[in-house]
């Protein structure tokens, strides 16, 4: 059994789950193998169960019994991909948090390639060489970019994930918890000397299960916490 450092770990890999019981053991093997590989000096893996319905849990407490670098946080319900990475991170004990997605489409070799370069950075955001959404999603993608440039003069970066040295997390954190708050935490770091690096990734098909984000609700409470963000500038 692989146990916990006492002391802080330097990156935590925060794992939003929702009813991805399918796939998530073999997306967390893959993570714990890549990380166990890299020369990150410590890590730790925090998995935010958002309410799932099938097992989820039961998958991660499975793994966790054996490694102490992973942990477990439930939601009673299901909040959104936003307020499980705020949970992740605000319980996060790493110097340096990032994120990836429990479907796979993200593959763990691109975390070493982000932690080399926070020796040059506070904030790495990630575009995608290349993803194909489709017509549709593809449209709202763009139309969303445009009104969050148009709005709060923050562009959406296009990988979805990124990462940051923890402690930023306490001086601004963001208060949305939909799939803006990627954005909005930028948007609250305006003011700050934040050093940015941008990094080309890579996406995959997910591994199993369908995609939670492509659908009114979460399309509709994410044009309302723009229009709250934008009030509250």
Not at 59 to 74: G, H, K, M, S
Not at 163 to 172: S, T, V, Y
Request: one cysteine or more; charged letters at 25%.
């Amino acid at each position: 059994m692989a146990t916990a450092s006492k002391e802080a770990p330097a990156l935590s890999v925060v794992v939003p789950a929702y009813n991805e019981e399918a796939c998530l053991a073999t997306v967390l093997g893959e993570i714990r193998d890549v990380l166990a590989r890299s020369e990150i000096p410590g890590w730790e893996i925090v998995v935010v169960d958002d309410g799932s319905s099938d097992g989820t849990a039961d998958v991660v407490e499975t793994l966790a019994a054996d490694d102490a670098r992973l942990r477990l946080i439930r939601h009673a319900r299901n909040g959104g991909q936003g307020a499980a990475l705020a949970t992740g991170f605000q319980a996060a004990r790493g110097s340096w948090c990032t994120w990836l997605p429990a479907d796979g489409q993200i593959p763990a070799a691109e975390v070493p390639r982000i932690w080399a370069l926070t020796n040059n950075a506070d904030f790495i955001t990630t575009h995608y060489r290349e993803r194909n959404d489709g017509l549709v999603r593809t449209v709202l993608s763009t139309g969303l970019s445009t009104l969050i440039w148009a709005a709060l003069g923050v562009w959406a970066f296009g990988g979805g994930v990124f990462a940051f040295r923890r402690e930023l997390w306490g001086r601004c954190p963001p208060r949305t918890s939909t799939m803006l708050l990627g954005v909005e935490f930028r948007h609250r770091l305006k003011r700050e000397p934040i050093r940015y690096r941008d990094l080309a990734i890579d996406c995959a098909p997910r591994l199993a299960g369908t995609s939670k984000s492509a659908n009114l609700r979460t399309i509709r409470r994410t044009f309302e916490a723009l229009l709250r963000i934008r009030m509250a500038s």
